[in-house]
């Protein structure tokens, strides 16, 4: 073995478990951290958060503070979109290599308060999407193992970036089919990925962190009913662990039972999916998630009832999370309930001054209720604040002329 190839060896092996086993703990109260600089010459549309989003993609190795900036004002326009706060979790490590070394050298005891922040941006993106692809955990483990390659070595006898990358994927290939799997996963390849998974879980006693990783594949996929075999597999092992287990950050059993209730929901089993939701309850009662679904799914069967009850609880959780406060909002307004409604969607105006969607729900309250003037400036509001090709900026124009149409000549 080469010099280079020990060096890898060394660093991948103390490193590897800190990136893929995050241990649950206190999570910083800030949604999204102190406010950045908005890269407003990156994009056409600055009020297009997936422009956003797939700038700070193709920024993050070569420029990943600018990268960190793209994923945060991606956040803040649009607050359901998943991939970005873990993108903005890799990004923020990448543009600080200190941080990066002290997060990947980690055990998980006593975090500090930054690392406390990146581990809550992480269980966000989750909560918001436990089917998310973590496509950008391949490139952090090799950006940080490669910065340490190159500082070990005399600046005049540094080996090459290419042949650092070739010491590190052969490394990794070598590791066994668990290994080659999450490489498989990462990189998009599921078919791979859970063939060797499938490997993986023969040859192990520990199986259930290998099953989750199957059934999000599977999910992803929209292959609902292998998806949840492989999950309940999983809780199954899960439960029968000693109680004194580390619990992991994305694996947790709420977590999964959050991802099986939206497999029901695939399948259209109803029923399947709210006792999946209220078992992830039972596991950890302010799940906020689960609350919102179970909410969603009593709206469309139009109880009312429990729906609102589901959504108070929902939205008295998850306090910061604008998109909860919005949809929920914007649901009490379809089942006739404006008065419900008026709370959740200004809570949500005022958690998130650049999320669009709220304005148009409260829009419609507010011309529903005869309150007109009002109605003009959330729909005002709504299109300054909303994409170009938003399908519902037509909407919004159109109400502001039909509303200024019937008003009576001054």
Not at 77 to 96: F, H, N, Q, T
Not at 224 to 233: K, P, W
């Amino acid at each position: 073995m080469t010099s280079l190839a020990r060096l890898i060896a060394r660093v991948v092996s103390v490193v590897l478990l800190s990136l893929q086993c995050i241990p649950l703990g206190p999570l910083a109260a800030q949604r999204l951290g102190p406010e950045r600089k908005r890269p407003l010459n990156a994009v056409v549309d600055t009020n297009n958060a997936r422009e956003y989003l797939d700038y700070g993609l193709r920024a993050i190795t070569e420029n990943p503070s600018a990268a960190a900036s793209a994923f945060y004002w991606a956040a803040r326009i649009d607050p359901s979109l998943a991939e970005a706060p873990y993108g903005s979790r890799v990004a923020l490590l990448l543009a600080d290599p200190s941080l990066l070394r002290r997060f990947m050298m980690s055990n998980g005891k006593n975090p500090s308060k930054r690392e406390q922040q990146l581990d809550s941006l992480l269980l966000r993106a989750l909560m918001l999407n436990p089917l998310l692809h973590r496509a950008l955990d391949l490139p952090l483990l090799q950006t940080y193992v490669r910065q340490l390659a190159m500082a070990a070595y005399p600046e005049s006898s540094r080996p090459s970036e290419v042949e650092v990358d070739y010491a590190i994927d052969r490394y990794l290939r070598q590791q066994g089919s668990s290994m080659r799997g999450w490489m498989s996963y990462a990189r998009g390849d599921f078919r791979r990925a859970l063939a060797d998974y499938g490997m993986a879980i023969k040859d192990t006693k520990e199986k259930a962190s290998l099953r989750i990783e199957r059934g999000r594949i599977f999910g992803i996929q929209g292959i609902a009913d292998s998806a949840i075999a492989e999950f309940q597999l999983a809780l199954t092992e899960l439960r029968v662990r000693d109680a004194k287990d580390v619990v992991v950050l994305y694996n947790s059993k709420a977590v999964v039972e959050q991802t099986i209730g939206l497999m029901f929901e695939q399948k259209n089993d109803l029923p399947g999916a709210r006792e999946a939701y209220s078992r992830a309850l039972q596991e950890d009662l302010a799940y906020w998630p689960a609350h919102f679904r179970l909410g969603m799914l009593a709206a469309e069967q139009h109880d009312t009832a429990t729906a609102l009850s589901e959504f108070s609880l929902a939205t008295d959780i998850a306090t910061d999370e604008p998109y909860v406060q919005a949809v929920v909002g914007a649901a009490l307004v379809n089942l006739g309930r404006p008065r419900e409604a008026i709370v959740p969607l200004k809570k949500a105006i005022a958690l998130e001054p650049y999320y669009a969607s709220p304005h148009v729900a409260l829009g419609r309250l507010h011309e529903a209720t005869g309150a007109t003037n009002d109605a003009l400036v959330a729909y005002a509001a709504f299109l300054a604040r909303t994409r170009q090709r938003d399908p519902e900026r037509g909407f919004a124009e159109a109400r502001i002329a039909a509303i200024r149409a019937a008003r009576p000549p001054q």
